[in-house]
Structures are given as C-alpha cells and as structure tokens.
Nanobody, 125 residues
Framework: QVQLVESGGGLVQAGGSLRLSCAAS????????MGWFRQASGKERELVTA????????YYNDSVKGRFTISRSNAKNTVYLQMNSLKPEDTAVYYC??????????????????WGQGTQVTVSS
C-alpha cells in the first residue's frame, strides 16, 4: 500500500508557473513508476506525464512538451511536476498515481494502482 498526497495547486494567470508535489508514504517509493494525470470539467482523465522508478525515463503528453517537467526524489519520497507557460486549457484537477514497476512507466489510468486526492489548477486568461 502507498498513500499519495498532492499539493501546490492554485490559481495562476496565463503564462505563469506552478510546481505540484506528490508525497508518498507506505511502501518503498522507488518501487513505483509514477504518473501525473489531469481531468478537466466534463472531460476524461488524461495522462500528462509519467516517470520510471529511477527517473531515467519520462513521457510527456504532446500538449505539455517543452512546458512541463516531471522529476522525482526517491530520497524524499516525492514526485514533482513543474508547470511553466501555463495556458487556460491546462485548467483541471491534477492527480498523481503510482504503480509498482521495475521497468518503465504506464499510459493508462487503469494501469495505476494508487491515486492521490487531486489538486485544482486554474489558469486564468
């Protein structure tokens, strides 16, 4: 079992930045591949970015490439999402998710076993 708690969401103007954090507790954090998903009102949950257990491999949705950066600190049991050049279309609830993995990362929401409660990100125009 692992518990995930997101923080760092808020209201920001277009072009601004936010840094989300997801703190994990429970099992060994380095056992898990991690993902950040988002869900806008009336839309399906989508994968924003993902990272392998070691941090060596990352994936980005085309919509955030060059603007968002995922990273992790296994020493601090935390995964981060640095979001720059934010756009109104980035407005959503952002969730971190975890799955035990000795390899890469995963793309689908149903492939992840554990989820945080979500944090709201609102980008005003």
């Amino acid at each position: 079992q692992v518990q995930l708690v997101e923080s760092g969401g808020g209201l920001v103007q277009a072009g601004g930045s936010l840094r989300l954090s997801c703190a994990a507790s429970g099992r060994t954090f380095s056992d898990y591949a991690m993902g950040w998903f988002r869900q806008a009102s009336g839309k399906e949950r989508e994968l924003v970015t993902a990272i392998s257990w070691s941090g060596a491999r990352t994936y980005y949705n085309d919509s955030v490439k060059g603007r968002f950066t995922i990273s992790r600190s296994n020493a601090k049991n935390t995964v981060y999402l640095q979001m720059n050049s934010l756009k109104p279309e980035d407005t959503a609830v952002y969730y971190c998710a975890a799955r035990i993995s000795s390899g890469s990362y995963y793309f689908k929401a149903n492939e992840y076993d554990y989820w945080g409660q979500g944090t709201q990100v609102t980008v005003s125009s």
